[in-house]
């Protein structure tokens, strides 16, 4: 059951309603959006609402049988609020939504709250994009705790891995573009695979404070996992950290950390069923 004021209670039993559609985003970097389908601002507990074209949340289906909750965001690209490069490099990946209804001729009354949660899948199109609002049910569908596995599970440099990731990053510049997504780094000399499945982070150009995977590395040429939302330039600077396959052999050689080792690589697999006298 919601709660609302008994003032707004009395408006939704009126025959013309002015009711608009508010939404709050949190991006994990800590900064906030705030709109409305209103056509002008709305102003509500000191935060003001700005109004965005094509802003259109799908109808909202819940059940209590623990079903994900439906809810899908449409709204118009705008550089003004969220752009396009925005949503390419990630910046509102995981963000913190909160989806509310207000009484825009008097937002003093309070707000209906409709749903809160964390932005999904995100879908560009020409002008327009729709992103997936994923509620606490989603989080119980995700796995809680550990298994057995024969390669690593702690996330490199975590505080179950103890790696030392200052030991094993370089900081670089592009020398020359080679691609898209790919570039050469003449002052990084690490041996060929020793960046491939590791994270770059840019420290100047035009994608300053981004950050993406590397996909392969090898005698200084960089292939990156995703091409970035802006051009890179010879010049810009990077720190690429050397990436981690999950296997025995490179957590002991590589990062000197075996005693750390979160894998069973000796724990027999369901592979060893097959295996019996005779069997060629």
């Given at each position: 059951?919601?709660?609302?004021?008994?003032?707004?209670?009395q408006?939704?039993?009126?025959?013309?309603?002015?009711?608009?559609?508010?939404?709050?985003?949190?991006?994990?970097?800590?900064?906030?959006?705030?709109?409305?389908?209103?056509?002008?601002?709305?102003?509500?507990?000191?935060?003001?609402?700005?109004?965005?074209?094509g802003?259109?949340?799908?109808?909202?289906?819940?059940?209590?049988?623990?079903?994900?909750?439906?809810?899908?965001?449409?709204?118009?690209?705008?550089?003004?609020?969220?752009?396009?490069?925005?949503?390419?490099?990630?910046?509102?990946?995981?963000?913190?939504?909160?989806?509310?209804?207000?009484?825009?001729?008097?937002?003093?009354?309070?707000?209906?709250?409709?749903?809160?949660?964390?932005?999904?899948?995100?879908?560009?199109a020409?002008?327009?994009?729709?992103?997936?609002?994923?509620?606490?049910?989603?989080?119980?569908?995700?796995?809680?705790?550990?298994?057995?596995?024969?390669?690593?599970?702690?996330i490199?440099?975590?505080?179950?891995?103890?790696?030392?990731?200052?030991?094993?990053?370089?900081?670089?510049?592009?020398?020359?573009?080679?691609?898209?997504?790919?570039?050469?780094?003449?002052?990084?000399?690490?041996?060929?695979?020793?960046?491939?499945?590791?994270?770059l982070?840019?420290?100047?150009?035009?994608?300053?404070?981004?950050?993406?995977?590397?996909?392969?590395?090898?005698?200084?040429?960089?292939?990156?996992?995703?091409?970035?939302?802006?051009?890179?330039?010879?010049?810009?600077?990077?720190?690429?950290?050397?990436?981690?396959?999950?296997r025995?052999?490179?957590?002991?050689?590589?990062?000197?950390?075996?005693?750390?080792?979160?894998?069973?690589?000796?724990?027999?697999?369901?592979?060893?069923?097959?295996?019996y006298?005779?069997?060629?």
């Amino acid at each position: 059951m919601k709660t609302i004021s008994q003032e707004l209670r009395q408006h939704l039993q009126e025959e013309v309603l002015t009711l608009a559609w508010c939404c709050v985003l949190t991006r994990t970097d800590g900064v906030h959006r705030a709109f409305t389908s209103h056509d002008r601002p709305v102003v509500m507990d000191g935060q003001r609402f700005v109004p965005t074209s094509g802003f259109i949340p799908t109808d909202i289906s819940s059940s209590n049988a623990f079903n994900v909750d439906n809810l899908d965001i449409t709204a118009i690209l705008s550089h003004n609020s969220i752009s396009e490069q925005d949503i390419l490099a990630g910046r509102y990946d995981h963000a913190r939504v909160e989806i509310f209804r207000v009484n825009w001729a008097a937002p003093d009354m309070g707000r209906i709250d409709m749903r809160s949660g964390w932005l999904g899948e995100i879908s560009l199109a020409d002008t327009d994009f729709t992103v997936e609002i994923r509620g606490l049910m989603q989080r119980l569908q995700q796995t809680v705790g550990q298994q057995y596995s024969p390669e690593c599970r702690a996330i490199l440099g975590s505080a179950t891995c103890h790696a030392d990731l200052l030991k094993h990053s370089r900081v670089g510049r592009v020398s020359a573009v080679t691609g898209t997504a790919a570039f050469a780094a003449d002052d990084i000399t690490e041996p060929d695979g020793w960046f491939d499945y590791g994270l770059l982070w840019w420290i100047s150009g035009r994608n300053a404070g981004l950050k993406v995977e590397i996909k392969t590395y090898s005698s200084g040429a960089f292939a990156l996992c995703e091409v970035m939302p802006n051009p890179i330039e010879a010049g810009d600077r990077f720190k690429a950290q050397a990436g981690c396959d999950k296997r025995t052999v490179t957590c002991r050689d590589k990062f000197d950390n075996f005693r750390n080792f979160r894998g069973e690589p000796m724990v027999p697999g369901s592979d060893s069923l097959y295996y019996y006298p005779g069997l060629k």
